[in-house]
């Protein structure tokens, strides 16, 4: 399956891009396709990895679901992936999307990137630790930020305080 990370670095390579080396360190912990399938089930695969999307409201895809969008206890989300701690159930909100929705990420713990898949403009948030796609953020949240971070819950675990 061509996914953007393998279309950008298919793209820079037959370019002769000098940066392509700076892609494979750009996160901490980087493995490849065949190490991450034997961490993560077949659904976080998806959507960590190959930046699949969840069927809103069931949080669902590939037979697996989450049940982080009813979490309302106090404690912290971490990423499926690398469990780097990534919000807080401080700022997560009820967004009447269907995802779990939070105003702001865990300082220093996300990252962005364009995203112009769908013939729409957007922002990727992913894992600054292992570079898993968590989802997106958009311009339309509650105070203080006016951000929603956009989540597949699939991409998350959750440890209760």
């Not at 992913?126 to 951000?147: E, I, S, Y």
Request: with cysteine; charged share 25%.
């Amino acid at each position: 399956m061509l996914t953007r990370r393998i279309f950008i670095t298919t793209t820079l390579a037959a370019a002769g891009a000098t940066a392509l080396p700076a892609l494979a360190a750009e996160f901490e912990i980087t493995l490849s396709d065949a190490e991450w399938k034997k961490r993560l089930s077949p659904a976080r695969f998806a959507v960590l990895r190959q930046e699949a999307t969840e069927k809103p409201f069931s949080n669902s895809l590939k037979g697996e679901s989450s049940p982080l969008l009813k979490e309302a206890r106090s404690g912290t989300y971490t990423c499926a992936g690398c469990d780097l701690p990534v919000y807080s159930s401080e700022t997560k909100y009820d967004s009447g999307t269907g995802w779990p929705s939070f105003y702001d990420a865990i300082k220093g713990n996300v990252g962005t990137k364009e995203d112009n898949t769908l013939f729409s403009k957007r922002t990727e948030v992913h894992c600054r630790r292992c570079g898993g796609h968590l989802g997106h953020v958009f311009n339309d949240g509650p105070k203080p930020t006016g951000k929603r971070h956009c989540l597949n819950g699939l991409a998350l675990n959750f440890t209760a305080a």
